[in-house]
């Protein structure tokens, strides 16, 4: 069985945002950890060597695959940022329709920065992901 490439490191959390060169995605991730840690009661770790997420559970496939991931996360990536969160189909069209300016793939919501979206909504997403992954992982 194959390692998981995303897992909890020491890597500064801190030490990683003030490498990111572009002044509002730094301004915007700081931010970001603020919001995720009040909503989400967890400190910031970094996940593999681009991942910034909150609190974990550790799931298991069918299949036997298993490992942790973070029960909410980002990246400021170059283009946008990336934000990881478990979200239902009916989560995602009460929301996203309301959040701002993104972009949707399976796994994740992009966003060019901040000021785009209603934090509001990214607040909401946070606290569904955390209760989506508790109710699928209940022994976290």
Same mark, same amino acid.
């Given at each position: 069985?194959?390692?998981?490439?995303?897992?909890?490191?020491?890597?500064?959390?801190?030490?990683?945002?003030?490498?990111?060169?572009?002044?509002?995605?730094?301004?915007?991730?700081?931010?970001?950890?603020?919001?995720?840690?009040?909503?989400?009661?967890?400190?910031?770790?970094?996940?593999?060597?681009?991942?910034?997420?909150?609190?974990?559970?550790? *799931?298991?496939?069918?299949?036997?695959?298993?490992?942790?991931?973070? $029960?909410?996360? &980002?990246?400021?990536? /170059?283009? !946008?940022?990336?934000? *990881?969160?478990?979200?239902?189909?009916?989560?995602?069209?009460?929301? $996203?329709?309301? &959040?701002?300016?993104? /972009?949707? !793939?399976?796994?994740?919501?992009?966003?060019?920065?901040?000021?785009?979206?209603?934090?509001?909504?990214?607040?909401?997403?946070?606290?569904?992901?955390?209760?989506?992954?508790?109710?699928?992982?209940?022994?976290?």
């Amino acid at each position: 069985m194959a390692k998981n490439k995303t897992t909890q490191t020491e890597t500064s959390v801190t030490d990683f945002i003030n490498a990111v060169e572009d002044d509002t995605k730094r301004n915007d991730s700081f931010e970001l950890i603020k919001i995720m840690q009040k909503q989400t009661g967890f400190e910031a770790k970094m996940w593999g060597p681009g991942i910034i997420g909150f609190g974990s559970y550790h *799931y298991k496939y069918a299949s036997g695959h298993e490992g942790d991931a973070p $029960l909410v996360g &980002f990246s400021p990536r /170059k283009d !946008a940022f990336s934000f *990881y969160a478990c979200l239902t189909d009916e989560n995602k069209e009460e929301l $996203l329709p309301n &959040f701002g300016k993104h /972009k949707v !793939a399976k796994a994740c919501v992009y966003f060019k920065k901040l000021a785009d979206i209603d934090p509001e909504i990214l607040k909401k997403m946070i606290s569904l992901s955390v209760k989506n992954l508790n109710t699928l992982y209940p022994s976290n």
